[in-house]
């Protein structure tokens, strides 16, 4: 059978399934003990399986036949997931992914995997390798009492845990307590604070899990943990506790030095790994959009049913872009033919002729914002492979770091989505690489040893905004100097008069890189170049800005070519411009006898200030409209930055939807006109760029 | 030998080199029939509602609506500096393509298509119809007294060279 005609489809799918493979690992890693993950991990292992053998693909088919071997062990409660089953299961992941790439690019998917099959296959033996045998007796001898401390209620930070060290050594008793309330108690959040109450008058609760606001807020099932540092006898406090009403069970467990030491050292292995933040750092950090936001969900709620929410598939189909560009230029001509029909129900003057070309309108204007946005992509589709990125990353450099995206919903235009990948890809390596420092720095600047990397994305005015921040050490101007003068990119004379933000665009020049010592990551110097030339020919340019010691901010600002915005139409005389309602502050009407002549410029009362009132009329040379012959004039205040200006206008059309089309490769520059918008009409309404307005 | 006969000479059933053929579109300005190889031409347009894009040259009209395309305008009168006249039921807008570049050209009428013998084209003399030589690419002869002037669309739409020309005039 000929499979040519499903090759597509298989690869559209695989990249699918292999996504959320990824995304479902770094899930899975961040709580281990959720069986549902694995779950979804190994229906999406099998049908790529299935898939692949189909299609004859026999290495992607063995691979993926080994890691359902050990994920079904997991699934079944016979293996635990452990770092070194991550680390191979990731590897596979890896190994997947390029063999699906080499099918896209037409090759045939082989590859050697010989040794990962090797390697999965031990694991499925039971073996474990070297390196990871002090994690699984560490989790026996954690357990000495016969109490289960799973490793998900130990989330233990280092800060807690020399608090629990501390104590240990002043001769108090460390507890490990959980208690379970009675299934048919109805306020679960008073027994428990009850238990707090009491607690705390014989010690101190340094850790509980979940945290004591959730358990508040009633979010937890029927039990909860805590450490406990008091002086009092494990058997007194636990007759205390069953005292209580309505508690069902209080196990508690004495902590001795030796379990903690081994209970610091999982942990620390964990966080490590984990790049994914610990629980209670994701609850504060709202917007998180990795594997980090369900992770409280995770962790705190077990039903499977909330779970199922967050999973939902979106229904989505495919199609062809070729297919959408087509459908749009259908549509525009079928825009034109509206117009005609309208003006010829008007010319004929039949009523029931004017009213369906009336609907015909309406509906028409509906599928326009339709088809205009169909080629809107949310940037998630480039932001999703990040995390497991920077987590790979952060792992091999010894570093801890949170990726915190936000604004990942925010919608770009598909051709700017194909290109923007690879330069965000190598600033976030460089901010991992050179703008993290490593643990030991961030511990002797007093930073908290996890740094963050901040990746937002936003619309501002007619632009997209993509930002990387880190927490790092920051760019150290004379560093860059002290190379860029070696390198002969600037002499010692420029180099004193250079601004802050030269100083740092340096670091975009061909050849140029501070780093010390070079790394596989980054660090060659060909990195940032690369990414300005990119960034350039689509049209957009990258701000840096640091504070040393304190972190970088780089700032990709990318034009909206083809991207749909809010603009608000106003009129001219007979020309209708779009104005990005972004950048518009305010509207309004002021009479002649305000303004103000200053200095030759014009001035208007605004709030407690005067801001300057631009004759648009007058910079576009409009042709039919003049506000000096009106003594009430229409004004638009629009800002840029914090400085703020007045436009006078004709009068307002009203808010629309547009899309921003640029003005053709023959006039690919035009003061204060930034693009243009076809109108619901066909006509061509050209879009003011207020940041060339204001000066 | 097969040089001196042009690109793309080949041999006819007889087994005699011929010319090479190409087709032109033909459209007016004044008095004067210009063509440009048809292979450049995309579509032929009736004149539309043009906006007008500020702060650029005076030839450029503004930007059209070409299905769903947003495409500048030139006069051509106006770019090779002869007088603008109004437009007409006559009017048309040709819509060439030059690498990636799209243009329309205001012409004052486009109705015939004729085939050339490369042959036919001579090198342009200075000044034809009053625009300069290094815009035409040569004159053809079409049958017996008809003159066409081809195009050279590359130099018409050089934008360097429209920043030169608008300095000379400052």
Redesign the interface.
Known sequence: MDMNQYLSMFIDESNDHLQSLNEKMLELEASPEDISIVQVIFRSAHTLKGMAATMGFEDLAALTHQMENVLDLVRNDKLKMQNFIFDTLFKSLDALEAMVQDITQGGEGKADVSAIVASLQAIVRGEVPGGAQDAAPAEGSAQPAGAPISKEQVQLDEFQHSILEQSLAAGHRVLFIEVSIREDCQLKAARAYMVFDLLERSGEVVKSHPTVQEIEQEKFDRSFSLYFITEKDPDELRTMILNLSEIEDAKLVSIDSDTLTQLGEKIKEEEVLAQAPAPETAADAAPVETAAEEKPVAAGDKQPAAKKVVAAPSRTIRVDIERLDVLMNLFSELLIDRVRLEQLATEIKSQELTESVEHMGRVSSDLQNIVMKLRMVAIDTVFNRFPRMVRDLAKSLGKKLDLVITGAETELDRTVIDEIGDPLVHLLRNSVDHGIESIAERVAAGKPETGTVNLRAFHSGNHVFIEIQDDGKGIDRSKVLASAIKKGVVTEDESRSMTDEQVYQLLFAPGFSTAEKISDISGRGVGLDVVKSKISTLGGHVAVTSTLGEGTLFSVQLPLTLSIISAMMIRLGSEKYAIPLSSIVETGIIRKNQVRNVHGSKLIPYRDAHIPLMSLSRFFDAPDFNEEDEEETEIVVIRKGDRMAALAIDSFIGQNEIVIKNLGKYLPQVQGISGATILGDGQVALILDPNALIK | MLQEWGQGARLNKGGFFVAEQIKVIVFALGNEEYGIDVDKVRTIERMM?I??????YSF?K????L??????V?DLRGRFNLEETEYTDQTRIIIVAVG????GFIVDAANDVVDLDRDNIDSPPEVVGGVKAKYLDGVAKVGEDRLLIMLNLAEV?N?GEVAHLEQLED
């Open positions: 509602p906006t007008r894009v500020p702060k650029t450029i503004g930007v059209i609506n299905r769903g395309v947003v495409i500048p030139i990636d570049m799209e243009v739409l934008r």
